[in-house]
C-alpha cells in the first residue's frame, strides 16, 4: 500500500525503486516483489532504463483500498470460518464461540476499506 501512496504523491511521475523505497522503508528486494504484484494486478506501469521507474496506471479514485489489500494479501477476514472468498470451518470451540464477533468485525473492515480510496487516504477523508 505504501508504494501506491508514494506513487500517488509524486503526482504520476516515474518514480524509481530506490526512491520508493526510500519514501516506503521497504528493502528494494522485497519492494521489487510488491511492486511485480502491483504490475500484475494493474495498479501500476513500469519503463525499463536509466530514465525508467514506476507510476500509477489508474486514477487515483479508481485504486480502492480493499481490493488492493484482497489482491496482495488475500481475504480481508480475520478468521477463515467468516471468509467470504475463502471460508474454512472453524474447528475448534473457541472459534465457533467467537464467530459471530469475527464475522461482525471482518464486515466493518471491508466495509471501511471498500468504502475508500488511494486519493482519499492522499486527501485524509476516510468515509466510514
Known amino acids: 500500500m505504501g508504494a501506491l501512496i508514494?506513487?500517488?504523491?509524486?503526482?504520476?511521475?516515474?518514480?524509481?525503486?530506490?526512491?520508493?523505497?526510500?519514501?516506503?522503508?521497504?528493502?528494494?528486494?522485497?519492494?521489487?516483489?510488491i511492486l511485480l504484484q502491483l504490475k500484475r494486478n494493474g495498479y501500476i506501469q513500469s519503463k525499463r532504463g536509466v530514465n525508467g521507474g514506476y507510476k500509477l496506471s489508474r486514477n487515483l479514485n479508481d485504486i480502492i483500498i480493499g481490493d488492493v489489500i484482497r489482491n496482495l494479501e488475500g481475504p480481508l477476514a480475520p478468521m477463515g470460518c467468516v471468509s467470504i472468498t475463502s471460508y474454512e470451518s472453524c474447528l475448534l470451540e473457541e472459534g465457533r464461540l467467537l464467530k459471530l464477533l469475527w464475522a461482525l468485525i471482518r464486515v466493518e473492515v471491508a466495509e471501511l476499506l471498500d468504502n475508500n480510496t488511494i486519493y482519499d487516504l492522499l486527501e485524509g477523508n476516510i468515509y466510514s
Do not use: A, H, R, W
Open 6 to 33: 508514494c506513487l500517488g504523491v509524486k503526482d504520476n511521475n516515474l518514480i524509481n525503486i530506490g526512491e520508493i523505497s526510500e519514501e516506503t522503508l521497504v528493502p528494494v528486494n522485497y519492494l521489487e516483489q
